[in-house]
């Protein structure tokens, strides 16, 4: 069997809520990376096998396979199929995982994979009746943008929890205070504004045309411990919780993507080679540690250890799902994690957060000239992912 190789990696900044991306169609994000990483690889888009791309809420404009209209709308020849994959925030992973064993089963030869999702565009929706006139009475609105909505009743209810509940529930079970999180959360920010400032992210974006950002726009210049203090609890009553809009991760836009070949399918050096992969299942209240034995496997079927690894990326989700997992990881450096910023400050569009994460972590072993890189993420309804990436 090949191996997989990661020859680019594009993403755009990330928008927050009704922010600078919000008036951009979700299907019109995927295009714009789309056509860049083809553009910047000077391949013809015909050499592609298959476009497989992310999506976690699929209830909007990015109804009906988001992958196939994206590489419509990029100009993609219709010879080029598309596929929509949900494994929720970890779907552009899930879309770089099944590219890379397309390639190596020898199906494929080139696979662009990565994600998108536009949270300020999710619609309410309601529930359809069974019968062709429903009966007069209220209805539930729903919104699609994030979390549980039309609950199995035969599941568990303490399973059902809301993912900032589960993030307050991992933070009481491990200690994990108030402090630590918004500590964590203030390095977040400093780290991603210096590396934006630093032209960290350079290599990587690539703008939406009529809908330019600066940088990232969840990134807050100055945020401190102090002033993030006086956040009151989202998921608790006042006094009791640790979770709050300033420790976890926002609501927001934007598209990933990670262009994928087998060794020698393009004539560009390969920034990354996919050495490992894995997933891991938990309960579904406990899903912010699902990572720790993810990455613990990925690393197992990689050959290496966590002596062998240079830096992480976990998307942060929450503060306290992020420290959680360094606690599971105590062999890990915890300034060897999420270097240049995490999803705290930078945002977590659901489907383009593992393109995000896997594209910065080969542009960054590319930067370095080698070593080996951990781009895992935890899941809603307790799973997680995990890649190593080696150069």
Same mark, same amino acid.
């Given at each position: 069997?090949?191996?997989?190789f990661?020859?680019?990696?594009?993403?755009?900044?990330f928008g927050?809520?009704a922010g600078g991306?919000?008036g951009?169609?979700?299907?019109?994000?995927a295009?714009? !990376?789309?056509?860049?990483?083809?553009e910047?690889?000077?391949?013809?888009?015909?050499?592609?096998?298959?476009? %497989?791309?992310?999506?976690?809420?699929?209830?909007?404009? *990015?109804?009906? =396979?988001? &992958?196939?209209?994206g590489a419509?709308?990029?100009?993609?020849?219709t010879?080029v199929?598309?596929v929509?994959?949900?494994r929720l925030c970890?779907?552009?992973?899930?879309?770089?995982i099944q590219?890379?064993?397309?390639?190596?089963?020898? *199906?494929?030869d080139?696979i662009?994979a990565?994600?998108?999702?536009s949270?300020?565009?999710?619609p309410?929706v309601v529930e359809?009746?069974?019968?062709?006139?429903?009966?007069?009475?209220?209805?539930?609105?729903?919104?699609?943008s994030?979390?549980w909505?039309?609950v199995?009743?035969?599941?568990?209810?303490?399973?059902?929890?809301?993912?900032?509940?589960?993030a307050e529930k991992?933070?009481?079970?491990?200690?994990i205070?108030? $402090?630590?999180q918004?500590?964590f959360a203030a390095r977040?920010?400093r780290?991603?504004a210096?590396a934006?400032?630093?032209?960290?992210y350079d290599?990587e974006?690539?703008q939406?045309p009529?809908?330019?950002?600066?940088?990232?726009?969840g990134?807050?210049?100055?945020?401190?411990?102090e002033?993030?203090?006086?956040l009151?609890?989202?998921?608790?009553?006042p006094? $009791?919780? @640790?979770v @709050?809009?300033?420790?976890a991760s926002?609501?927001?836009d934007?598209?990933?993507?990670?262009?994928?070949?087998? $060794?020698?399918?393009?004539?560009?050096?390969?920034?990354a080679?996919?050495?490992?992969r894995?997933a891991?299942?938990?309960?579904? *209240?406990?899903?912010?540690i699902a990572?720790?034995?993810?990455? =613990?496997?990925?690393?197992?079927? &990689?050959?290496?250890?966590?002596? *062998? !690894?240079?830096?992480?990326?976990l998307n942060e989700?929450?503060?306290?799902?992020?420290?959680a997992?360094l606690?599971g990881?105590?062999?890990?450096?915890?300034?060897?994690l999420n270097v240049?910023?995490?999803?705290?400050a930078?945002?977590?569009?659901?489907? &383009?957060?593992g393109?995000r %994460?896997?594209?910065?972590a080969?542009?960054?072993l590319?930067?370095?000239?080698g070593g080996v890189a !951990?781009?895992?993420?935890?899941i809603?309804?307790g799973?997680?992912? &995990?890649?190593v990436?080696?150069r």
């Amino acid at each position: 069997m090949t191996s997989t190789f990661v020859y680019d990696a594009v993403r755009t900044p990330f928008g927050r809520a009704a922010g600078g991306l919000s008036g951009v169609r979700p299907d019109d994000l995927a295009a714009v !990376v789309m056509r860049a990483a083809v553009e910047r690889a000077g391949i013809d888009p015909a050499r592609i096998a298959d476009v %497989i791309f992310g999506d976690a809420n699929q209830a909007g404009e *990015d109804n009906r =396979n988001v &992958a196939r209209f994206g590489a419509l709308l990029a100009g993609f020849p219709t010879s080029v199929t598309g596929v929509t994959v949900n494994r929720l925030c970890a779907s552009s992973v899930e879309a770089v995982i099944q590219g890379a064993r397309a390639i190596e089963s020898g *199906d494929a030869d080139v696979i662009l994979a990565g994600g998108v999702e536009s949270m300020s565009r999710a619609p309410f929706v309601v529930e359809k009746s069974a019968r062709p006139w429903p009966a007069v009475g209220n209805q539930t609105l729903w919104n699609t943008s994030i979390g549980w909505r039309m609950v199995n009743r035969a599941l568990p209810g303490h399973w059902t929890i809301s993912n900032g509940e589960a993030a307050e529930k991992v933070a009481r079970e491990r200690g994990i205070t108030r $402090e630590e999180q918004d500590a964590f959360a203030a390095r977040s920010h400093r780290l991603a504004a210096d590396a934006w400032a630093e032209g960290r992210y350079d290599a990587e974006i690539v703008q939406v045309p009529g809908a330019e950002l600066a940088r990232d726009e969840g990134i807050r210049d100055g945020t401190s411990p102090e002033k993030l203090a006086g956040l009151a609890p989202l998921f608790a009553p006042p006094g $009791e919780g @640790t979770v @709050t809009a300033g420790n976890a991760s926002s609501i927001n836009d934007g598209a990933s993507a990670v262009l994928l070949g087998g $060794e020698g399918a393009l004539d560009a050096e390969p920034l990354a080679r996919i050495a490992g992969r894995a997933a891991h299942g938990v309960d579904p *209240d406990d899903f912010p540690i699902a990572p720790v034995e993810a990455a =613990n496997a990925a690393l197992a079927r &990689a050959g290496r250890t966590w002596a *062998d !690894v240079d830096f992480v990326e976990l998307n942060e989700a929450f503060a306290s799902q992020t420290l959680a997992c360094l606690r599971g990881w105590p062999e890990l450096d915890p300034e060897r994690l999420n270097v240049h910023g995490g999803a705290i400050a930078i945002g977590h569009p659901l489907g &383009a957060s593992g393109g995000r %994460i896997i594209g910065h972590a080969a542009h960054e072993l590319r930067r370095r000239g080698g070593g080996v890189a !951990v781009a895992t993420i935890c899941i809603g309804v307790g799973q997680g992912l &995990a890649v190593v990436l080696e150069r």
